[in-house]
């Protein structure tokens, strides 16, 4: 069980690491693992809640309120780690551009390097 008080600080964390999510978008910081680990602690606590969260309501009407504000800003977390997820991937692709042109700069000089 878990009383309102956790509750409303879990979305106080939430609500934070989604506004950290959306500064990294906006390259204002570094997204990496400490930030997964930031996130997921806060969900891992409230992934059994919310399993049962209709009967959580039922019994706890008090919470209906605080859950379905969960429930939100769930979702714009998931829509900032899809766009942080592409955000990634764009930035590896670029980094493995510049290894292999890195790499095929270094085989010319070693190839010019023979030709002397």
């Not at 409303?8 to 506004?19: G, P, Q, W, Y």
């Not at 592409?86 to 692709?93: D, K, N």
């Amino acid at each position: 069980m878990i009383s309102l008080v956790e509750l409303i600080a879990i979305n106080a964390s939430v609500t934070k690491l989604l506004e950290e999510t959306l500064a990294a978008l906006r390259g204002e910081r570094e997204f990496g693992p400490p930030q997964i680990r930031a996130i997921s602690a806060p969900l891992t606590r409230m992934a059994p809640l919310m399993a049962s969260a209709k009967e959580l309501r039922s019994s706890h009407p008090e919470l209906g309120a605080e859950l379905e504000k969960y429930k939100m800003i769930l979702r714009e977390l998931q829509t900032a780690l899809e766009h942080v997820r592409m955000m990634l991937l764009a930035r590896r692709s670029g980094l493995e551009t510049s290894r292999q042109k890195s790499q095929a700069m270094s085989q010319w000089a070693a190839a010019f390097q023979q030709t002397r």
